[in-house]
C-alpha cells in the first residue's frame, strides 16, 4: 500500500492541551503508543488521566456551531471543517487530547422494536459489551436509533450518523463505526492509532483482495475507523453517491453485481461500493486508506466461537506462570495488567491471530446472523449464530467480570460463579 509521510487532514492539538478529558463512559485510560511495537500484533499501553466534565463552560467566542449555513445533515455541503475544527479546538483547550488522539465510537439500531423476539435483548447484550469497552479504554459512546436521512437506511444509516458524530464531537480526532452485531472479545487489546498517523480511513480486509481479487467481500465494512477530517466528509460524500441518494442507485445495483463476480446480490450495498470506490478511484483515495489484516479489528464469528475455550485455558495458563496477573485489583488500574499480558504474550508461541493462533480476537462480527430481524443467511442455523453469540459475549463478559470477582459458569450458560481467590478464570 503507498504511504505518505503527512495527512492534510491532521490537527496539531497538542499545544491546546492542560488537562484530559473524555466524556461520560470513561475510567481512567487513553491511547498512548509505546516506542517500539512489532508489526505482526501491536503491542499497546495504557496510561491514566483525569477527564473533564461535560458541564463545562461553553467558550463565549463564535463557532462554526453559531453559523446558520452549517448543517448537520447528511446531503448538505461542508467546507473548510478541518479550520473550523481548529478553530473550536483553540477556544476550548481542555478538550485538546493532551497529545493523545480523542476518539468517538458510533454504533445504533433500528427506530423500532426487532422482529426476532430475542433481537432486543441480543442488541441491549451487544450494546452493553461495547459500553464495558468504552469503559475501560476512555472511548465515548454514541449509540444511534435514529434514521438520520430518510433515504438512508439499513446499512446505509452508519454515514448520516458518522457526519453528524463529527460536527458533534470536534474534540475527537477519530469517529469509529461498530456494527450492533460486532462483539469485543478482546478487552485489554487498544487501537493501535499511530500505525495510522498518515491516513484517514482504516477497515480491516486484505489490499491483494481489493486490488487483484475484486472480491466485494475483500474487506469489512462493518468495523472501521474514519478521521474527522475534511477528507473523511469528501470521502463520504463520493462514497455515498452509489446510495439511496442517488438517482442512479438502482443502475448501481447492477454495476456493482458486474464488477464483483462473487457477490449474489444486485443491490447497492455499502460494502461493495467501498470495495468499487477504491478500486476504481485508488490515485485519489487509496492513499490515505490503511487496510489492516495484523489483527483481527473484525472477525469472522464461524472461525472464532469453537475456539473460545482454548484460548481461555492458554491465557489462563500464561497469567499462572507470570507473576502479577493473577493479582485482584481494580477496574480503573486494569490498563496495567494488560501492558503486561500483551507484552508476555508477544513472546509466547503460538500467541498469534488468527486460525492457527489462541490469541483473542480483537472483535468478533455476527455478520449474516441478523439477531434483530432473525432474517440469518441461510448458510447458518438460527441455533448456530444464537450458541455463537451466546458464547461470545460470555467470554467478553468473563474478562469483565473477573475484576468483580465472577465469571460464567460455562460459556452457554448465564449463571455466574465466585472466582476463588488466585483464579481468574473459574478454574481451579
Given at each position: 500500500m503507498r504511504r505518505r509521510s503527512t495527512n492534510p487532514c491532521l490537527l496539531s492539538v497538542a499545544g491546546f492541551a492542560t488537562t484530559a478529558v473524555v466524556f461520560y463512559c470513561t475510567v481512567s485510560t487513553i491511547f498512548s503508543p509505546p516506542a517500539d511495537v512489532p508489526s505482526s500484533h501491536p503491542v499497546f499501553i495504557s496510561s491514566s488521566t483525569s477527564f473533564p466534565d461535560h458541564h463545562d463552560r461553553?467558550?463565549?467566542?463564535?463557532t462554526f456551531y453559531d453559523d446558520a449555513s452549517v448543517s448537520y445533515a447528511f446531503d448538505r455541503p461542508l467546507t473548510d471543517w478541518d479550520a473550523k475544527r481548529r478553530e473550536w479546538l483553540r477556544l476550548h483547550p481542555n478538550f485538546g487530547g493532551n497529545g493523545r488522539e480523542r476518539v468517538v465510537m458510533v454504533t445504533g439500531s433500528q427506530p423500532g422494536p426487532c422482529l426476532n423476539r430475542e433481537g432486543d435483548h441480543l442488541l441491549l447484550r451487544f450494546f452493553k459489551n461495547k459500553v464495558d469497552y468504552c469503559r475501560r479504554h476512555g472511548i465515548d459512546v454514541f449509540y444511534n436509533t435514529a434514521f438520520l436521512h430518510p433515504a438512508m437506511r439499513s446499512q446505509w444509516a452508519k454515514l448520516p450518523a458518522i457526519r453528524a458524530a463529527m460536527l458533534a464531537h470536534p474534540e475527537a480526532e477519530w469517529v469509529w463505526w461498530?456494527?450492533?452485531?460486532?462483539?469485543?472479545?478482546?478487552?485489554?487489546?487498544?487501537?493501535?492509532?499511530h500505525r495510522y498517523r498518515d491516513h484517514n480511513l482504516v477497515v480491516h480486509g486484505w489490499p491483494h483482495l481489493v486490488y487483484y481479487a475484486r472480491s466485494w467481500v475483500s474487506l469489512n465494512s462493518g468495523v472501521f475507523l474514519i478521521r474527522n477530517c475534511q477528507w473523511s466528509l469528501d470521502f463520504m460524500k463520493a462514497w455515498a453517491t452509489m446510495s439511496p441518494l442517488s438517482p442512479d442507485y438502482h443502475r448501481w445495483g447492477q454495476v456493482l453485481a458486474a464488477e464483483f463476480k462473487d457477490k449474489p446480490f444486485n443491490v447497492s450495498d455499502d460494502q461493495s461500493a467501498l470495495v468499487y470506490l477504491l478500486l476504481k478511484h485508488r490515485d485519489q483515495w487509496g492513499d490515505k486508506v490503511f487496510i489492516e489484516s495484523d489483527y483481527d479489528l473484525e472477525a469472522y464469528w464461524v472461525a472464532i466461537v469453537d475456539r473460545l475455550e482454548n484460548m481461555t485455558a492458554k491465557y489462563a495458563e500464561v497469567e499462572r506462570r507470570v507473576d502479577g496477573l493473577l493479582r485482584r485489583h481494580a477496574e480503573v488500574v486494569s490498563g496495567s495488567y494488560g501492558?503486561?499480558?500483551?507484552?508476555?504474550?508477544?513472546?509466547?508461541?503460538?500467541?498469534?491471530?488468527?486460525?492457527?493462533?489462541?490469541?483473542?480476537?480483537?472483535?468478533?462480527?455476527?455478520?449474516?446472523?441478523?439477531?434483530?430481524?432473525?432474517?440469518?443467511?441461510?448458510?447458518?442455523?438460527?441455533?448456530?449464530?444464537?450458541?455463537?453469540?451466546?458464547?461470545?459475549?460470555?467470554?467478553?463478559?468473563?474478562?469483565?467480570?473477573?475484576?468483580?470477582?465472577?465469571?460464567?459458569?460455562?460459556?452457554?450458560s448465564g449463571d455466574v460463579e465466585p472466582l476463588p481467590f488466585g483464579v481468574t478464570d473459574g478454574s481451579s
Open positions: 461553553d467558550a463565549p467566542d463564535a461498530v456494527d450492533s452485531d460486532a462483539v469485543f472479545t478482546d478487552m485489554d487489546f487498544e487501537l493501535p492509532l501492558r503486561m499480558r500483551e507484552e508476555q504474550l508477544a513472546r509466547e508461541k503460538g500467541a498469534v491471530s488468527g486460525p492457527n493462533g489462541w490469541r483473542r480476537p480483537f472483535m468478533t462480527h455476527f455478520t449474516g446472523c441478523q439477531p434483530c430481524s432473525g432474517a440469518h443467511n441461510k448458510m447458518y442455523t438460527w441455533k448456530s449464530c444464537w450458541e455463537g453469540m451466546q458464547r461470545a459475549l460470555h467470554f467478553a463478559d468473563d474478562q469483565v467480570l473477573r475484576e468483580y470477582g465472577f465469571s460464567h459458569a460455562d460459556l452457554l
